[in-house]
C-alpha cells in the first residue's frame, strides 16, 4: 500500500496551526497546481532551469506537508532538469501529476 501523506506530519501540523492548517492546505493545493503547469511548460519548452525550479518548489511544498512520495519524485525531476535531461522526463513528470491526484484527494477530505 503506497503512503501518500505522512499522517502524523499531518496531525502536528494541524495541532500547531488550527484554523490556520485549512488556510495552508488551500494555498498549498493552488500553487502544486501552479508548479505542475510550469513544469509541464519548461518540459515541452526544453526550459532545464524553469523545470528545475518548479520541481524544486513543489519538493520542498511536498516534504512540509508529508507528502513525501510527491517530494521524492519532484527531486528525480529536479535532479534531472539541472543535468540538462528534462527532455527525458514526461513518463516522471506524469508520475508527478498522478501522485499529486493521490495528495490532493487526501488534503481534500482532511478539510471537507
Keep these: 500500500m ?13 495541532e500547531v ?22 513544469m509541464r511548460k519548461a518540459y515541452s519548452e526544453g526550459d532545464n532551469d524553469a523545470g528545475r525550479q ?12 508529508g507528502a513525501n512520495q510527491l517530494s521524492a519524485l519532484c527531486e528525480k ?3 534531472n532538469a539541472k543535468a540538462g535531461n528534462l527532455s527525458g522526463c514526461e513518463e516522471l513528470i506524469g508520475q508527478v501529476e498522478a501522485e499529486f491526484g493521490h495528495v490532493k484527494r487526501e488534503l481534500t477530505q482532511m478539510i471537507a
Excluded: I
Excluded at 503506497?2 to 494541524?14: I, R
Excluded at 518548479?54 to 506537508?65: D, P, Q, R, T, W
Design 54 to 65: 518548479a520541481a524544486h518548489s513543489l519538493k520542498g511544498a511536498s516534504a512540509n506537508l
Design 2 to 14: 503506497v503512503v501518500h501523506l505522512d499522517a502524523l506530519q499531518l496531525k502536528e501540523l494541524k
Design 77 to 79: 525531476v529536479e535532479h
Design 17 to 38: 496551526l488550527e484554523d490556520e492548517f485549512r488556510v495552508l492546505v488551500e494555498t498549498y493545493l493552488q500553487d502544486a497546481v501552479l508548479r505542475l503547469g510550469l
